[in-house]
């Protein structure tokens, strides 16, 4: 036998038994998303290298460490998207999107490709909902992306996920807080680590976001950016801050949230819960004001976030949140011979043309296992038919849930079974 071809490291299937999980939490973020007026984009799942290198940015760990990136025969190099917003950005500028009219909402369901060590909400190829607002500066932006997870997540049942947020400020008052950044972690440069060294000069504030428990730990003590923003980057973040009080958000500042990536300004925010081990952030996002600008646009203030959807349904199974079963076949047409697998074919067929499901034998077994079948499938009404029904032009279908049984005729056999499943599903509903 020839050996089985597993699948790669780091990637998960979704299998037709849990896909529906799947589409549960896909339809609810596209409702929340439709709520907001949030249109969606999609992009390739690879761009060329250098999107990322300036959207991402060079010193975040996103680029230095984590891309998947390729050289096509043309020796271009390209990247599997490591994330959504760039793509997103990007299409924004290339389509003129900013001519259609200001602010422009999108959002995305994508997947995104990490080289990262696997663990548990942690994979190399994961699934990220995503919303992006181009074009407002108003602190009514953030708050409304804000609202909207937060939405979605009350939508879910989700409780005990704390929203952190803070302000990272803009380039101007930035400047004064990274020199007295360097100057602070200048005195611990024994005890950081090589990534961080190199950071030390060209960004910072990275250092604050690193992993590394003495990096973290030296970054404690380390001079917080609240402190620094200028008039205007103060005003907007305690504008976000009352837009978030009048929703009746909750909120907790943390200092130390930075962020990873680095065209991120004034308000960065974090949803976290402890309820999925050491990887428990939820969702991040903020505003990118720079970053348009950087890609080649004209300034475009804007803003987004992302989150993982493996960690939204991990959270969703340790919470005990119970996610609708999806419905069942409405029938399954058992045939005995091969003239009833032919007329079982035709009114499955019929049954499918009135909205609703139906199936047949297409393995040309006996009735036994079909009725297996129908039972493992779930189908909430069976019929049996063979020469004799076809004959008389009547058969008997079940309902297999009761047993009860109902007579039908084969030439109108739409209509007759349509009336049946209403009729039970009114008897359902009035409790009989
Ligand atoms: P982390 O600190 O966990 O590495 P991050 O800051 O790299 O997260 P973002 O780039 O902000 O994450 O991505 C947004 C969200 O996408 C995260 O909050 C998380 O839920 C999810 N996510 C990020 N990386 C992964 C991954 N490798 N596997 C699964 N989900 C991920
Ligand atoms: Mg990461």
Redesign the pocket.
């Known amino acids: 036998m020839a050996q089985l071809i597993k699948k790669i490291k780091g990637t998960e299937d979704i299998m037709p038994k849990e896909s529906y999980r799947w589409q549960f939490l896909e339809n609810l973020m596209r409702r929340q998303a439709n709520a907001y007026g949030y249109k969606e984009v999609r992009t390739p799942v690879f761009e060329q290298t250098s999107l990322f290198a300036r959207g991402v940015g060079e010193t975040t ?2 680029v230095q460490k ?1 891309m998947y990136t390729f050289s096509t025969k043309g020796d271009d190099s390209i990247t599997l998207r490591p994330e959504g917003t760039a793509g997103a950005a990007r299409a924004f500028l290339e389509h003129g999107v900013y001519n259609d009219g200001l602010p422009s909402k999108q959002y995305y369901l994508t997947t995104c490709y ?1 080289y ?1 060590k696997p663990q548990a909400g ?1 994979q190399r190829e994961f699934h990220q909902f995503g919303i992006e607002v181009f074009g407002t500066k108003n602190p009514a932006a953030d708050a409304e992306v804000i609202c909207l997870v937060k939405g979605l997540f009350d939508l879910l049942g989700l409780t005990g996920i704390r929203l952190e947020i803070n302000s990272i400020g803009c380039p101007h008052c930035r400047e004064k807080y990274h020199q007295k950044l360097k100057e602070y972690f200048s005195q611990y440069k024994d005890r950081l680590c090589e990534t961080c060294l190199g950071r030390l000069d060209r960004n910072p504030m990275r250092i604050i976001d690193c992993k590394s428990p003495v990096c973290s730990e030296v970054a404690k003590d380390a001079p917080r950016m609240l402190d620094f923003l200028c008039d205007e980057c103060k005003e907007h973040f305690d504008s976000v801050k009352s837009f978030l009080d009048t929703a009746g958000v909750e909120y907790e500042i943390n200092p130390s949230i930075v962020r ?1 990536l680095d065209y991120y300004t004034k308000t960065v925010f974090e949803f976290v819960s402890d309820n999925i081990g050491a990887q428990g952030t939820v969702c991040g996002g903020g505003r990118y004001d720079g970053l348009l600008e950087e890609l080649g646009g004209q300034p475009t203030p804007s803003l987004g976030c992302a989150m993982g959807m493996e960690r939204l349904l991990l959270l969703m199974d340790n919470s005990g949140i119970e996610i609708p079963q999806p419905d069942t076949t409405d029938l399954y047409i058992a045939s005995m011979g091969e003239i009833a697998q032919l007329k079982a074919f035709e009114l499955a067929d019929k049954v499918r043309k009135t909205g609703l499901s139906a199936q047949c034998d297409i393995v040309g077994r006996g009735l036994r296992p079909q009725m297996k079948f129908a039972d493992k499938i779930g189908a909430k009404f069976s019929l049996v038919i063979g020469d004799n029904e076809i004959a008389e032009n009547k058969a008997e279908v079940k309902n297999m849930e009761t047993g009860e049984k109902f007579s039908v005729s084969l030439n109108q056999f739409d209509k007759d079974f349509t009336a049946i499943v209403i009729e039970t599903q009114t008897q359902k509903i009035a409790g009989i």
Do not use: A, H, I, M
Request: no cysteine.
């Open positions: 760990d996103v984590e990490r990262e942690r990873g």
